[in-house]
């Protein structure tokens, strides 16, 4: 079989006065068909960069791709027009945001814009599209489908606009759904049902999901594997399982010993680990992690382990796993 989309050596920079940030600093990741993709991470390292430059959504200038290759069903994503990718998102490659009143058309009833991209994206006929428009607000959990399709969207609550956006993304049967924070707006109880919602549909569509989210949490719900960043790089992946029941990258482990829970709290930044995230403009040569690391070793300041093959799916940047470090400790 072949991945829905595959990232290969992903480098994005933008400019600010201080210098160039090296947002995402060689990135690889794939995505499997029906598969859900959790990339989890803490604010600036570089998961939402990443979800923006696979849609080209990056504005350059400031921003560029350095280098890197983006391919999506086949085709590399990053040689498309902007036509072309207009084309491409709304159709094959949806998306939400963390606040649908930025992408959802304030002055459109929300059954016009799912009917609009219909008819755009799949030249359907406006009877054909409004009757589908019915059947995707029923789909995600809209009751009286039929009456709201007419309404706009400050008439609706903030968890049935991200349901709307949901719809919507989903309207043309999109390969792959890139959810950038879709939930962490609402509140706990709605933020529940949102992710319901996803996994829901995922049994039910067959679209690929990339879901970005601070929350390792929200990973566990709903993800099949995970890869957590950490100053622009993959810091590490692997299966919910085996991230899970033994995280091979002490970053990962801090995120882990830090989960929010999900029933008593709002859904809070996880920067309980002590330290700031690495400046980027002048990015560390060793690993990333070694000020904040408590088991960074005299080579971590010095040479980046790249990511090192840990068994079963899992690789982590982690000297801790290399075969010579393991001899040593044994
Ligand atoms: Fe810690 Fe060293 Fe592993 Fe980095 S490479 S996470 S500093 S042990
Ligand atoms: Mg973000």
Redesign the pocket.
Known sequence: YKPVLEVRDLRVSFHVREGEVQAVRGVDFHVNPGEVLGIVGESGCGKSVTAQTLMRLIPSPPSRIKSGSVRFLGEEVLLKSEKEMQQLRGSKMGMIFQDPMTSLNPTMTVGRQITENLKKHLKMSSAAAQKRAVEMLKLVGIPGAETRIHQYPHEFSGGMRQRVMIAIALSCDPALLIADEPTTALDVTIQAQILEVLNDLRGRLNTSIILITHNLGIVAGICDRVVVMYGGQVAETGTVKEIFNHPK???TEGLLKSLPRLDTSKDEPLIPIHGAPPDLVNPPTG?A??PR?P???KI?QRLD?GLIDCGGTQAAR???NHPKVQEAKA
């Open positions: 990258h002490p970053y690993c992690f070694t690391c088991y960074a070793m971590c382990p982690c000297w801790l």
